[in-house]
């Protein structure tokens, strides 16, 4: 009797969590801080200026929209697709992108200190002028990105597709690092990586540098240099 008794219970409990409503994202609502737009369809939108901070994005898609001088600090957009959305000037301090579509997207001028990239798809992405101070591109796929006149001091390239991506122009204090990272014509001229951390002198022969390119001790000018400007 006893056994009965706890077997209709769980069977009572199970049913009622069963019918318990989902809690569904508030895909209708206005931007606002804190909000939860995961897996929303936020495409081809005019955001910009939005407050999006500590926002739940995970999985939304951006595509086309314009988050230019938005605030998304700490906001989660991992898995988002951001494919050819504009993030220029917008603050995105410590937020996550992990894992992110975002071909041709830009970051241009954006306050991105602390940022994950880690995983994310940014093959021809703009990060002209952003500020990414100790930013993570771990795994990150970054070929033809440009990263002209950033500030990419303490910034983590680990193992991340670098093919043809620009960071010539870009400034920096201390060490980058670049362990493992695929460097395929990456352009290297001017830049002082003599504190740089994981380069090896494979990823130097494929990379594209100048006479004014400081290397990390131990590793040699390739007698392949400079390479010849490429077409876009």
Known sequence: MFGRS???LSAFLAMAAYSLPVI??????????????????KKNLMLQGSD???????????????????????????????????????????????????YRSTFAGA????ASFAGAELQRADFTGAQLTKANFEKAELGRA???KA??????????????????GASYEGAISFDRAFM????????????????????????????STKLPSGLSVPSNWPCPQEQD
């Open 6 to 8: 706890v077997l209709g």
């Open 24 to 41: 569904a994202a508030s895909c209708g609502s206005t931007a606002s801080p804190e909000l939860d737009w995961q897996e929303c369809n």
């Open 52 to 102: 999006l901070q500590g926002a739940n994005l995970a999985g939304t898609d951006f595509s086309l929209t314009d988050l230019g001088g938005a605030n998304l600090k700490s906001a989660n957009a991992e898995k988002a697709t951001l494919v050819r959305a504009s993030l220029a000037g917008a603050s995105v301090q410590g937020a996550n992108f992990g894992k992110i579509e975002a």
């Open 111 to 114: 306050i991105a200190d602390g």
């Open 146 to 148: 440009n990263f002209d």
């Open 151 to 168: 500030v990419l001091t303490g910034v983590s390239f680990a193992l991340a597709n670098l093919s043809r991506a620009d960071l010539t």
């Open 184 to 211: 395929f014509l990456t352009r290297i001229e001017g830049l002082d990586l003599s504190a740089a951390t994981g380069l090896q002198q494979a990823q130097i022969d494929l990379a594209c540098g100048d006479s």
